[in-house]
Each structure stands twice: as structure tokens, then as C-alpha cells.
């Protein structure tokens, strides 16, 4: 029988990776870095969310008309730079991160991607890690004090708002749900790895005798 290689067993995003890191061994040497001090991949996240939101709040055409404002960026900054303790205190990140959020919104004209980014990934975190029920609670209270604040703008006179409010809720909803799958995700694979081999061959095992008894009467009939 022909031998088979371990390389033709693996999947094509292990071989893709494992070739990415016998070429660039400096991006091996960061990804090894990161997976054992998560600490390190969430500084590198702050400080990339940070510079993201920072680069849409210089560039954005409501800020031509005249330097960006200290305020505007300590607020944006307040959204980003928490992110880097998400792991440890993920509640509380999210508490400051929209309290941030929810000022800027509130300030005068707004970037949907300045305000939302911290936000949604404060958000995946809490609802990866915490209990559904309480997760939800949280985006409902998130996206309602949002869309409030957004919906005052729209009254007095903000148009832009109207484009905000759609990302925004967007966000909000795309990370919850992400999350929440990931936790779901986490659950189901501690659930398989607790029960013995045995019991889930048998659970197999019983479901085919089933679905043969269920089909024995049909194809014995004359």
C-alpha cells in the first residue's frame, strides 16, 4: 500500500500556515509569541484599533475644515487603548469603551468606523466569554443607547447620522454574534472532549440500530 504523506492529510489553512512560517520565521516567532502571552496579541489589537480609528478621525471630510480637537482624541483613544485588557476584565472594558463611545457619539459630527471598532470588539469579548443571557443584555443596552443618541442627532439636524446608525447597530449585532458562536463553539468541543470514547460510540451505535429498525419494515414489505 502507497505510503501517504503527513502533508497530504493536513488540511490546506494548517499547510498554508506551516508554509507561511518556513518563509517569513519572523512571522513564526510572532505568532509563537502571541499564542503563549495572549497579553502581547492584545496590546498589538489596542494599538492597531487605535491607529485605525485615529487615521479615519484625521482624514475624515467633517475634520478638514480645522484641527482635530484634544477631546475627540482622548475620546477615541478611550475606545481603543482598554481593548488591550479585555481578557482580564472584559466587563469593565466594555463599560468604558461605550461610556467613550456613547461621548463621542454624542459630541457633533461622528465616523461610524472611529466609534464602532472598539465597541464590536469589546463586545465579541464579552459575549465569547460570559453566559448568553447576560451577553445579550449587554448588546441590547449597547446598540438602544446608541441608536438613542443617534436618533437625537438625526432630530437636531445631523444628517450624517443616518448612515451612523445603520453601522453602528451593524456592529453591534456582527460582534455579538460572532461571539456568542465562538462561546458556543468552546462549549460543545469541552462537551466532547469530557465524555469517553466509548459513549460516543455507542451514542452512534444505538442511533444506526434506530434508523435500521425505522427502515427494516419499509424494505421487507412485499
Keep these: 500500500m502507497p505510503q501517504v504523506s503527513q502533508d497530504h492529510i493536513m488540511s490546506g489553512g494548517e499547510r498554508d500556515v506551516r508554509g507561511l512560517g518556513r518563509s517569513f520565521p519572523t512571522w513564526r516567532r510572532v505568532s509563537d509569541v502571541t499564542r503563549d502571552k495572549p497579553i502581547i496579541a492584545d496590546l498589538l489589537l489596542a494599538a492597531g484599533v487605535a491607529a485605525v480609528s485615529l487615521g479615519v478621525l484625521v482624514g475624515s471630510p467633517e475634520r478638514s ?63 465569547s466569554c460570559t453566559e448568553r443571557r447576560l451577553s445579550l443584555r449587554l448588546a441590547g443596552l449597547v446598540a438602544g443607547l446608541n441608536a438613542l443618541i443617534l436618533l437625537v442627532n438625526i432630530v437636531l439636524g445631523r444628517p450624517q447620522s443616518v448612515a451612523s446608525l445603520f453601522v453602528v447597530t451593524a456592529l453591534v449585532v456582527g460582534s455579538w454574534s460572532l461571539g456568542d458562536n465562538m462561546r458556543s463553539g468552546r462549549a460543545a468541543s469541552r462537551e466532547s472532549r469530557r465524555k469517553p470514547p466509548g459513549a460516543r460510540w455507542k451514542r452512534s451505535a444505538r442511533a444506526s440500530r434506530a434508523s435500521c429498525t425505522m427502515w427494516l419494515p419499509i424494505t421487507s414489505a412485499p
Design 65 to 127: 475644515h480645522g484641527p482635530v480637537s484634544r477631546t475627540a482624541v482622548m475620546l477615541v483613544l478611550l475606545q481603543t487603548l482598554p481593548l488591550a485588557a479585555r481578557r482580564r476584565w472584559p466587563l469593565a472594558v466594555l463599560a468604558v469603551v461605550e461610556v467613550a463611545s456613547a461621548l463621542y457619539l454624542a459630541s457633533g459630527p461622528q465616523e461610524s468606523v472611529t466609534t464602532s471598532l472598539g465597541v464590536a470588539v469589546a463586545l465579541y469579548t464579552v459575549a
